[in-house]
């Protein structure tokens, strides 16, 4: 019976004048004593056949992976989350699943989770006070900066996020950048992305006490978020008082895409680059 090894050992020359060696692949090597080197061809190309199958099967498998990553859109349109088209959802979509995707994996001291799109308003009005100049395109980007977690369905903690591997980080980056294509976001210069982080940083603090029910110091020492948490709720005005909620209370679904559509519709330099798949 033949033996496989993982390398040959051994220097050519000590080897048997009887000994035949065919090598597969670089590092495998099949011998065998008296044996009929066309045995061994065929036995490579069955090998080589059986890898072709095998590639081929792969191949098929991840294009039956891709078709059922498929999201069905209040639209009607389908979005393949592994070759996002940019212009497949409205913007009625993209606020609809905002407002039902949860921030802290659902925990809440209120009746309700804290959805995406109410956390995106609060890093943008948080974002303006540090530079009422902000420009549009600016503005967009701190609007939709979690916008990829809508078409995803959750939003991960951030320690889970290292977990979740390479595959998942290229997943999100692709989507990432189909909505900046679609909504023509601007690079951020460094500057900007410094404050950029601290509007979201302080967002998350303020909403880890007032939302999710942690306290100051497990703020500080185990989500180690060492930002300014706010006492006053910067999206509690008299039009969200009118509705009935609390400062810092979440939103229900159907307030919180309103006024996320409301907010990106506002931004719109012209109205057909925001909502071209209406």
Same mark, same amino acid.
């Given at each position: 019976?033949?033996?496989?090894?993982?390398?040959?050992?051994?220097?050519?020359?000590?080897?048997?004048?009887?000994?035949?060696?065919?090598?597969?692949?670089?590092?495998?090597?099949?011998?065998?004593?008296?044996?009929?080197?066309?045995?061994e061809?065929?036995?490579?190309?069955?090998?080589?056949?059986?890898?072709?199958?095998?590639?081929?099967?792969?191949?098929?498998?991840?294009?039956?992976?891709?078709?059922?990553?498929?999201?069905l859109?209040?639209?009607?349109?389908?979005?393949?989350?592994?070759?996002?088209?940019?212009?497949?959802?409205?913007?009625?979509?993209?606020?609809?699943?905002?407002?039902?995707?949860?921030?802290?994996?659902?925990?809440?001291?209120?009746?309700?989770?804290?959805?995406?799109?109410?956390?995106?308003?609060?890093?943008?009005?948080?974002?303006?006070? /540090?530079?009422? !100049?902000?420009?549009?395109?600016?503005?967009?980007?701190?609007?939709?900066?979690d &916008? @990829? $977690? *809508?078409?995803?369905?959750?939003?991960?903690?951030?320690?889970?996020?290292?977990?979740?591997?390479?595959?998942?980080?290229?997943?999100?980056?692709?989507?990432?950048?189909?909505?900046?294509?679609?909504?023509?976001?601007?690079?951020?210069?460094?500057?900007?992305?410094?404050?950029?982080?601290?509007?979201?940083?302080?967002?998350?603090?303020?909403?880890?006490?007032?939302?999710?029910?942690?306290?100051?110091?497990q703020?500080?020492?185990?989500? /180690?978020?060492? !930002?300014?948490?706010?006492?006053?709720?910067?999206?509690?005005d008299?039009?969200? &008082? @009118? $509705? *009935?909620?609390?400062?810092?209370?979440?939103?229900?679904?159907?307030?919180?895409?309103?006024?996320?559509?409301?907010?990106?519709?506002?931004?719109?330099?012209?109205?057909?680059?925001?909502?071209?798949?209406?």
């Amino acid at each position: 019976m033949p033996t496989t090894d993982w390398a040959a050992t051994g220097p050519a020359n000590s080897r048997t004048k009887n000994q035949k060696t065919f090598f597969i692949r670089p590092f495998i090597c099949i011998r065998n004593s008296k044996v009929n080197m066309r045995d061994e061809d065929a036995k490579g190309r069955g090998f080589l056949a059986r890898c072709l199958e095998w590639r081929q099967q792969v191949c098929e498998d991840r294009s039956t992976a891709s078709r059922r990553m498929q999201i069905l859109l209040k639209s009607g349109n389908s979005l393949d989350l592994s070759y996002p088209d940019p212009n497949i959802w409205t913007n009625q979509d993209l606020a609809e699943r905002l407002s039902t995707t949860a921030r802290w994996a659902g925990s809440s001291k209120w009746t309700r989770p804290l959805s995406v799109a109410q956390h995106s308003i609060l890093v943008l009005r948080i974002r303006g006070k /540090q530079e009422t !100049a902000l420009t549009r395109e600016q503005a967009r980007y701190e609007l939709l900066h979690d &916008a @990829e $977690e *809508g078409f995803l369905g959750f939003d991960p903690i951030t320690p889970l996020k290292s977990c979740l591997g390479d595959e998942f980080n290229r997943l999100c980056d692709g989507l990432k950048k189909a909505i900046a294509t679609r909504y023509r976001l601007p690079a951020l210069t460094s500057q900007q992305w410094t404050l950029h982080k601290w509007a979201d940083r302080c967002a998350a603090a303020s909403e880890a006490l007032h939302v999710a029910g942690w306290t100051r110091t497990q703020i500080k020492d185990e989500l /180690q978020i060492n !930002a300014p948490i706010l006492c006053r709720d910067p999206l509690y005005d008299g039009s969200v &008082a @009118e $509705e *009935g909620y609390a400062p810092w209370e979440p939103w229900d679904a159907g307030y919180a895409a309103g006024q996320f559509l409301q907010t990106l519709e506002l931004l719109a330099s012209t109205p057909d680059v925001l909502d071209q798949a209406s």
